[in-house]
């Protein structure tokens, strides 16, 4: 579906490649190498959850992502086979699987952070205090507006059922 199948005026459309064409080129190669690690969506949000709590048990991990218990064991196992998480069993009860950063994928990780900060922070540098207290206000309206879409979707959910023969 294009801009135009959107219900997005054309002049919009122009501003939106424009701006993404104009930046494509500013960031350089180590930063989208670097960007997300190469990972998923869903195991952004675990590392995500982890940098926040240090580690996590399964279940915890399957709730934060909103996935079902065996889809977050499959996204674990990526991860501690590319080396980024490693699992230990909880002392306080053997069954519990705790998952936390191995050194590798905490370091890259603290990379990326350190990264994305020093580049937030050169171009907020350059806001003037009305430009900040603007863009906290643009960017709260979209997080509104993020959240209305959210919970309209929530509500239009359909059980999908599957025929057995």
């Given at each position: 579906?294009?801009?135009?199948?959107?219900?997005?005026?054309?002049?919009?459309?122009?501003?939106?490649?424009?701006?993404?064409?104009?930046?494509?080129?500013?960031?350089?190669?180590?930063?989208?190498?670097?960007?997300?690690?190469?990972?998923?969506?869903?195991?952004?949000?675990v590392?995500?959850?982890?940098y926040?709590?240090?580690?996590?048990?399964?279940?915890?991990?399957?709730?934060?992502?909103?996935?079902?218990?065996?889809?977050?064991?499959?996204?674990i196992?990526?991860?501690?086979?590319?080396?980024?998480?490693?699992?230990?069993?909880?002392?306080?009860?053997?069954?519990?699987?705790?998952?936390g950063?191995s050194?590798?994928?905490?370091?890259?990780?603290?990379?990326?952070?350190?990264?994305?900060?020093y580049?937030?922070?050169?171009?907020?540098?350059?806001?003037?205090?009305?430009?900040?207290?603007?863009?906290?206000?643009?960017?709260?309206?979209v997080i509104?507006?993020?959240?209305?879409e959210?919970?309209?979707?929530?509500?239009?959910?359909?059980?999908?059922?599957?025929?057995?023969?």
């Amino acid at each position: 579906m294009n801009f135009r199948e959107q219900g997005i005026t054309e002049e919009l459309s122009r501003f939106v490649t424009d701006y993404v064409e104009e930046i494509k080129d500013l960031l350089s190669s180590g930063i989208w190498e670097n960007l997300f690690l190469n990972c998923t969506k869903n195991e952004v949000f675990v590392f995500w959850l982890l940098y926040r709590k240090n580690e996590a048990n399964m279940t915890e991990i399957a709730e934060y992502i909103h996935v079902p218990l065996n889809t977050a064991t499959g996204i674990i196992n990526r991860m501690e086979k590319s080396g980024l998480v490693i699992r230990t069993r909880s002392n306080e009860d053997k069954r519990v699987v705790n998952i936390g950063f191995s050194e590798k994928g905490r370091s890259q990780f603290e990379a990326l952070i350190s990264e994305l900060c020093y580049y937030g922070m050169k171009v907020m540098g350059t806001f003037t205090r009305e430009e900040m207290e603007l863009l906290y206000r643009m960017t709260s309206r979209v997080i509104e507006v993020l959240h209305q879409e959210h919970r309209k979707e929530e509500g239009t959910k359909k059980i999908r059922k599957i025929t057995i023969e």
